[in-house]
């Protein structure tokens, strides 16, 4: 089974109650199985015993987990709790076991590239060129759901100056399968997607998109989709960059906005300044979200489909969001996605952006 990868992580999880206080979904059921020791202890049962892994709570125990990596991220030693989730959900799907919905949304973006089964959709592209050095990647969420960080980002590009090309997510990155445990065809997706991206003759990869920036960093070398040669980066960083470089200039006055940290970003990939610095840049001075700065707030970023496969905690969630903001203070985030989930009430760096620069 892949969960014995992760026998460190069970036998050391099970008896902790350390980072109970991270886990986004414990925090909203206040169930032991939603919290990292819960799920090991769970794990640590079906290594014992293979017939306990077809009980149905043990199931979606593991698929009501945001794999925020929030508990991983702030563990004194480290413990990959979140790959200890991805390896069951991996189990899960290999023996034919996983729910109808996970099975039926997973169907869904092998056969039609994105998790809304939408048709290739047309989109406003404006001083786009065929190829060159610079490729924007537009994922599902942003080409589909909120088209106007891309827009917003286009218009920072021109801007600034400089040719970019762009790709639209006309095939699954891949990132949303291997979160549902869909290994094998997350690489076969992840290769597609590669030699399109490659096909552009790109020197500079740039997404919207935390998961598809982590994607391409970190699971296509793994996956056999190498990206080796093309520098890749989160929109964020290059905005920060192009303000580092005084290729663009803030106008206005100096309002506040809080900020919410990107699973993906922060947790998997230990990128926290590059946002705020984006936004300092363009004029905002930054108040820090939420009671610490250790809890996600991304509403299931890191699960990159949660609103598909648990809208009901994502409810929950949401709910406990809109309680810690104050209601006055614009709240911003790096997360296509957790804008969507977050029924406007956050906006992307990129839309902020925008609206503040020369």
Not at 112 to 129: C, H, L, M, V, Y
Not at 191 to 217: D, H, M, Q, R, Y
Not at 222 to 244: D, K, M
Request: aromatic share 8%; with cysteine.
């Amino acid at each position: 089974m892949n969960i014995e990868k992760h026998a460190d992580v069970i036998f050391a999880c099970r008896f902790c109650f350390m980072c109970r206080h991270l886990a986004p979904v414990g925090n909203v059921t206040f169930r032991e199985a939603d919290t990292p020791r819960g799920k090991a202890l769970i794990a640590d049962r079906v290594s014992q015993d293979k017939g306990a892994f077809r009980d149905p709570d043990f199931i979606e125990t593991f698929y009501r987990d945001t794999l925020s990596a929030a508990c991983r991220k702030h563990c004194i030693s480290s413990y990959d709790e979140a790959s200890l989730v991805r390896s069951m959900r991996e189990d899960i799907v290999e023996a034919g076991l996983e729910p109808d919905r996970v099975r039926k949304l997973a169907t869904t973006i092998i056969e039609s590239g994105n998790p809304f089964g939408a048709q290739e959709k047309d989109i406003e592209i404006s001083g786009a060129k065929d190829k060159a050095s610079l490729l924007y990647y537009i994922d599902s969420y942003t080409l589909h759901k909120e088209y106007g960080i891309a827009r917003a980002f286009m218009a920072i590009l021109k801007k600034a100056g400089g040719d970019f090309a762009v790709l639209p997510e006309r095939k699954s990155s891949g990132k949303a399968l291997l979160a549902l445990g869909y290994r094998k065809h997350a690489a076969e997706a992840a290769v597609k997607t590669a030699e399109a991206i490659k096909s552009t003759g790109c020197k500079t990869l740039v997404s919207s998109c935390p998961a598809s920036f982590n994607a391409f960093k970190d699971d296509y070398p793994e996956l056999g989709a190498s990206l080796e040669g093309i520098e890749i980066l989160h929109s964020s960083q290059f905005i920060a960059g192009l303000f580092a470089n005084k290729a663009l200039k803030a106008s206005g006055d100096k309002p506040r906005v809080s900020y919410v940290d990107s699973d993906y970003l922060k947790n998997y990939s230990g990128i926290t300044d590059a946002p705020r610095q984006a936004l300092v840049a363009s004029g905002l001075e930054i108040v820090e979200f939420g009671s610490n700065q250790e809890e996600s707030y991304t509403l299931g970023e890191g699960s990159v489909v949660y609103d598909m496969i648990n809208p009901d905690l994502l409810a929950k969630l949401r709910a406990a969001v809109e309680e810690k903001s104050d209601g006055k203070t614009p709240i911003v985030t790096a997360s296509p996605y957790t804008r969507h989930a977050s029924r406007n009430m956050m906006r992307c760096v990129e839309e902020i952006v925008a609206e503040r620069v020369k």
